[in-house]
């Protein structure tokens, strides 16, 4: 088991900054992806950005150029920089991770969520 522990959100203004950590504990062997999600209120969960542990990433349309992913790979930790912020990023941002064990099994791994809200 691996588990994933977020750092807090918080209430933040239209072109404000925020920054998340979410630090995996546990029986890791290989995280070869870590990243986050998002769920706003009504919507489905879906991808904010995601890190390979050779520091490849991947940004959703919607974020690219104001937030940035990454990783210390030595502190099992990613980080999600979070600039020019928009009522519309307003939702709840998991954290997530995927685990190869040394049988080359495939485990995903979701933190609780943390809620980061926009608002003037």
């Known amino acids: 088991q691996v588990q994933l522990v977020e750092s807090r959100g918080g209430l933040v203004q239209p072109g404000g900054s925020l920054r998340l950590s979410c630090a995996a504990s546990?029986?890791?062997?290989?995280?070869?992806?870590m990243g986050w999600y998002r769920q706003a209120p009504g919507k489905e969960r879906g991808l904010v950005a995601d890190?390979?542990?050779?520091?490849?990433?991947n940004y959703a349309d919607s974020v690219k150029g104001r937030f940035t992913i990454s990783r210390d790979n030595a502190k099992n930790t990613v980080y999600l920089q979070l600039n020019s912020l928009k009522p519309e990023d307003t939702a709840v941002y998991y954290c997530?991770?995927?685990?190869?064990?040394?049988?080359?099994?495939?485990?995903?791994?979701w933190g609780q969520g943390t809620q980061v809200t926009v608002s003037s």
């Open positions: 546990g029986s890791i062997f290989n995280l070869v992806i």
């Open positions: 890190i390979t542990n050779s520091g490849r990433t």
């Open positions: 997530y991770a995927r685990n190869i064990d040394s049988f080359r099994r495939s485990y995903d791994y």
